[in-house]
C-alpha cells in the first residue's frame, strides 16, 4: 500500500510579494526533491483566519510602507520583551481564528514565513502539536517577531540573522544559515546572447537592469529619467511589474540612450542573466536573485526597518552601493561603465554570496523533519 503523501502547511500572507515568492519556491523545490511524496498548502493567515483589521494587512500594508508607519512600528516593536508584550495583548483577540487555522489544516509539519504568525501559532497547537519550522525570509535586519524558541527549527539567510536569533533568545543548535529560498530557474543555464537578440537589445553595450518589486514599488521613475539625462554609454531595461501607470509614464519618456520598457514578469531569471548591473530596491529576494546571477548592485530605496540590514550587507561585503538619490546611482554607474576591472571585481564578489541551492537544502530539512528520504 502506497503511504500517503505528508502534508505540509505553509503561512505566510501577501503582505509584500517576498513570502509569497520565497513560498512557492521552497514548494517548487520539494516537488522537484521528493516528488509525490508530500502534499503542500499555502495558507494566508490574515486574509483567510484573521479577524478584521487583521485581515486586511495585505491591502493595507503598501499604504504603511509609504506613509512612513510600517517603519515606525518596526522598530518600535523590535525587542524581545516589546514583542512578547504585543503577544500577549493581541492573542485573546486572534485565539479562535488561530484555533480554527489548526483544526482545519491538520498537518505533519507547518512552515512558517511570516514574522506575525511565530509566537502564536504554538499557543494555538497546544492540543494538537505538530513540527514546527520558522523560514525567515528577511535578510538581516530580522525582528524580534521571527524568532521563537519553540519552534523546532529556525532557518535564516545569513550570519548576521543567525546572530540575531542567538540575541532573541533560541538556542544556537536551533538555527540554520541556509540562504534565502529563490525559484530553482535561477540555477538554469541561459543563452544571454540569444536573450538579448531576441529582446533587440544591443550586444556592444552594457545593460543596467532596473527593477521595484513586483508592484514597481519606490522612486523607480526619477532613477529612469536621471539615468535616461546622462546620456551615460549603457543600455536600460526598466521592469515596471504591476505597475500600468509607470510602465505607460516611461513609454512616453523621449529616450536618448537604448532603453527597453516591461511590464510585470516571469522571466527575470533571463533578464539578470543578460544583465551586467542591477538597479533595484533593497529587497531581499532581488538581492538574493542577483547574487546567483553575479550581478553588482545599485540599490536605490528601501524599506525602512527590515531592509536597513539589507544595505548594509551588500555595501560591507562590496557587492555593491547604497544610491538613495538618482544623481549617485548616475554617478555609480558612471564608475562601473569606465572601470571595467572595477565592475567584474564587484561582480565576482556579488557570486561569492549567493547560496543557489537554498530552496533546495530547506526543502531537504523540511522532508527530515517528516522523517522523508530522497
Not at 519606490?218 to 509607470?246: S, T
Request: hydrophobic content about 40%.
Amino acid at each position: 500500500m502506497t503511504p500517503r503523501p505528508k502534508r505540509i502547511l505553509f503561512l505566510f500572507s501577501d503582505t509584500g510579494g517576498g513570502h509569497r515568492a520565497a513560498t512557492e519556491a521552497m514548494i517548487e523545490a520539494i516537488n522537484l526533491e521528493f516528488p509525490g511524496k508530500f502534499d503542500c498548502k499555502m495558507v494566508d493567515f490574515f486574509r483567510e483566519y484573521y479577524p478584521a483589521p487583521w485581515r486586511f494587512a495585505p491591502e493595507i500594508y503598501p499604504t504603511t510602507t509609504k506613509i512612513g508607519v510600517w517603519g515606525l512600528a518596526y522598530r518600535s516593536s523590535d525587542g524581545r520583551g516589546r514583542a512578547r508584550a504585543l503577544t500577549g495583548l493581541q492573542y485573546p483577540m486572534l485565539r479562535r481564528g488561530l484555533h480554527r487555522l489548526v483544526a482545519e489544516n491538520p498537518a505533519d509539519v507547518i512552515i512558517s514565513v511570516h514574522a506575525l504568525v511565530n509566537a502564536m501559532l504554538p499557543r494555538a497547537m497546544r492540543k494538537n502539536p505538530s513540527p514546527f519550522v520558522i523560514v525567515v525570509t528577511d535578510m538581516v535586519s530580522t525582528h524580534a517577531f521571527w524568532y521563537d524558541r519553540r519552534a523546532d527549527l529556525i532557518l535564516v539567510p545569513t550570519e548576521p540573522a543567525r546572530e540575531r536569533g542567538v540575541k532573541f533568545g533560541v538556542p544556537a543548535g536551533n538555527l540554520r544559515v541556509v540562504g534565502m529560498p529563490v525559484a530553482d530557474r535561477f540555477n538554469d543555464p541561459i543563452d544571454a546572447a540569444a536573450w538579448k537578440r531576441e529582446q533587440g537589445w544591443r550586444e556592444d553595450l552594457p545593460t543596467a537592469l532596473l527593477v521595484g518589486g513586483g508592484d514597481g514599488m519606490g522612486p523607480l521613475k526619477r532613477v529612469a529619467k536621471a539615468i535616461n539625462y546622462a546620456k551615460l554609454p549603457l543600455q536600460l531595461a526598466v521592469i515596471c511589474g504591476r505597475n500600468e501607470e509607470l510602465q505607460a509614464d516611461l513609454r512616453a519618456v523621449r529616450w536618448q540612450i537604448p532603453a527597453h520598457i516591461y511590464g510585470f514578469t516571469h522571466e527575470m531569471p533571463a533578464f539578470m542573466e543578460a544583465a551586467d548591473i542591477l538597479i533595484s530596491k533593497a529587497g531581499p529576494g532581488t538581492i538574493s536573485e542577483g547574487f546567483i546571477k553575479g550581478l553588482p548592485i545599485i540599490l536605490y530605496s528601501r524599506f525602512v526597518g527590515q531592509e536597513d540590514g539589507n544595505v548594509s550587507y551588500v555595501v560591507d561585503n562590496g557587492a555593491g552601493v547604497w544610491a538613495p538619490r538618482p544623481r549617485e546611482v548616475v554617478d555609480t554607474l558612471r564608475e562601473w561603465t569606465e572601470n571595467p576591472q572595477e565592475l567584474r571585481r564587484v561582480a565576482q564578489i556579488s557570486r561569492s554570496l549567493a547560496h543557489p541551492q537554498a530552496s533546495r537544502n530547506i526543502a531537504r530539512i523540511i522532508a527530515e523533519q517528516c522523517g522523508v528520504e530522497a
